[in-house]
Nanobody, 117 residues
Framework: QVQLVESGGGLVQPGGSLRLSCAAS????????IGWYRQAPGKQREVVAAFTSGGITGYADSVKGRFTISRDNAKNTVYLQMNSLKPEDTAVYYC???????????WGQGTQVTVSS
């Protein structure tokens, strides 16, 4: 069973920054897709940023220019650098990764990010 362990969430003021980490128990180099989702209270879970095995990096329009996804394959870790945070970024952030054929889909436990003054 693959484990994804997130860390780095917390409370930050508007305009502040946080960096989330997601450590995987399996090689992320071979992942078909790996990235971050978020879910705010009363809303559906949405993709924030992700890498695909085809070399594509994608971002939600709402975070473009403020968030950056990166990876360290040697550490099997994916990061999400979040700058210029806004109250509407408040959510539980989840790491997601998919491997293999057929795709096996895995989620982390989530980390809370709260942007408030």
């Amino acid at each position: 069973q693959v484990q994804l362990v997130e860390s780095g969430g917390g409370l930050v003021q508007p305009g502040g920054s946080l960096r989330l980490s997601c450590a995987a128990s399996r090689s992320i180099f071979s992942a078909n897709v790996i990235g971050w989702y978020r879910q705010a209270p009363g809303k559906q879970r949405e993709v924030v940023a992700a890498f695909t095995s085809g070399g594509i990096t994608g971002y939600a329009d709402s975070v473009k220019g403020r968030f950056t996804i990166s990876r360290d394959n040697a550490k099997n870790t994916v990061y999400l650098q979040m700058n210029s945070l806004k109250p509407e970024d408040t959510a539980v952030y989840y790491c997601n990764a998919r491997w293999g054929v057929p795709l096996q889909n895995y989620w982390g436990q989530g980390t809370q990010v709260t942007v408030s003054s």
